[in-house]
T-cell receptor
Framework: AAGVIQSPRHLIKEKRETATLKCYPI?????VYWYQQGPGQDPQFLIS???????DKGSIPDRFSAQQFSDYHSELNMSSLELGDSALYFC?????????????FGPGTRLTVT | AQSVAQPEDQVNVAEGNPLTVKCTYS??????LFWYVQYPNRGLQFLLK????DNLVKGSYGFEAEFNKSQTSFHLKKPSALVSDSALYFC??????????????WGLGTSLAVNP
């Protein structure tokens, strides 16, 4: 079965640079979530989109922005990168407009800021 | 405020023994409860969920969880642990009465080590 695809899988950037992470949800899934996970930490919810509209906002810094496109894929844009942005970034997708569905996670993008 | 607590940072069990990973929650309304597992350098995988109905929920890889409303708990269990079960386990909750809020509230995770 198709899973959530994230690209790139690994990304190395320098401080103050920008980065764009991409997420392709499972086909027919209309909701996308972005999470940031530091080493040994729980996933921190950043932002989510339902039917191309922002649905929930978490601890996403103002330097970050995201959107969901007409084909339901999503991009997380990160600017003025800081060392502390180094983490695993997960995208998850789910189906439907109800809150009891489970989220399916992608493999993550490991961002290293040097 | 909504919250999830996983009181144990680490759980160690011997292979073949039963395992329990604890989770308690606090929400204002009725909870939707989830368990996810994360293997090293991998994304989270959905294990099971409680929405309504039978308090004992069965999930993937032989895991099950028991919803206890009076104790506001949703402990993850498995009758016989395998070494391959060693991973990080996350409990998560969503408040049913939170309208269109689809955000999950996550526990801090419990590292399960199954010893051969």
């Amino acid at each position: 079965a198709a899973g959530v695809i994230q690209s790139p899988r690994h990304l190395i950037k320098e401080k103050r640079e920008t980065a764009t992470l991409k997420c392709y949800p499972i086909p027919r899934h209309d909701t996308v979530y972005w999470y940031q996970q530091g080493p040994g930490q729980d996933p921190q919810f950043l932002i989510s989109f339902y039917e191309k509209m922002q649905s929930d906002k978490g601890s996403i810094p103002d330097r970050f922005s995201a959107q969901q496109f007409s084909d339901y894929h999503s991009e997380l844009n990160m600017s003025s990168l800081e060392l502390g942005d180094s983490a695993l970034y997960f995208c998850a997708s789910s189906l439907g407009g109800r809150s009891f569905y489970e989220q399916y996670f992608g493999p993550g993008t490991r961002l290293t800021v040097t | 405020a909504q919250s999830v607590a996983q009181p144990e940072d680490q759980v160690n069990v011997a292979e073949g023994n039963p395992l329990t990973v604890k989770c308690t929650y606090s929400v204002s309304g009725n909870p939707y409860l989830f368990w996810y597992v994360q293997y090293p350098n991998r994304g989270l995988q959905f294990l099971l969920k409680y929405i309504t109905g039978d308090n004992l929920v069965k999930g993937s890889y032989g895991f099950e969880a028991e919803f206890n409303k009076s104790q506001t708990s949703f402990h993850l269990k498995k009758p016989s642990a395998l070494v391959s079960d060693s991973a990080l386990y996350f409990c998560a909750v969503r408040d049913l009465n939170a309208g269109n809020n689809r955000k999950l509230i996550w526990g801090l995770g419990t590292s399960l080590a199954v010893n051969p």
